[in-house]
């Protein structure tokens, strides 16, 4: 069982940065690949980005690439999102989810999921 705690969502001006912390609860977290998922109101979850579960290796939708930056600290059971050159459309809520194996990039592969922390860009 894993229990996932978001944080350091806020309002920020277009173009500023924010840095995202997803805590972890358990001893097994270095055996799960995390990811990132927003929902912006009205839309559909939208997957963000993914990491492995070394770390080695992480996944961005276009739209962000350039932008952001996942990373995780294992000796801290921590996940990181680095939000830079921030844009009003990505303004949502931010979920970070785990799951044993590899990256994905679909809701439906994690298994565990926290309680989001909201992100709003002003323009």
């Known amino acids: 069982q894993v229990q996932l705690v978001e944080s350091g969502g806020r309002l920020v001006q277009t173009g500023g940065s924010l840095r995202l912390s997803c805590a972890a609860s358990?001893?097994?977290?270095?055996?799960?690949?995390m990811g990132w998922f927003r929902q912006a109101p009205g839309k559909e979850r939208e997957f963000v980005a993914s990491?492995?579960?070394?770390?080695?290796?992480?996944f961005y939708i276009d739209s962000v690439k350039g932008r952001f930056i996942i990373d995780r600290v294992n000796a801290e059971n921590t996940v990181y999102l680095q939000m830079n050159s921030l844009k009003p459309e990505d303004t949502a809520i931010y979920y970070c989810?785990?799951?044993?194996?590899?990256?994905?990039?679909?809701?439906?592969?994690?298994?565990?999921w926290g309680q989001g922390t909201q992100v709003t860009v002003s323009s």
């Open positions: 989810a785990a799951r044993r194996g590899l990256m994905g990039s679909r809701d439906y592969e994690y298994e565990y």
């Open positions: 358990g001893r097994t977290f270095g055996s799960y690949s």
């Open positions: 990491i492995s579960w070394t770390g080695g290796r992480t």
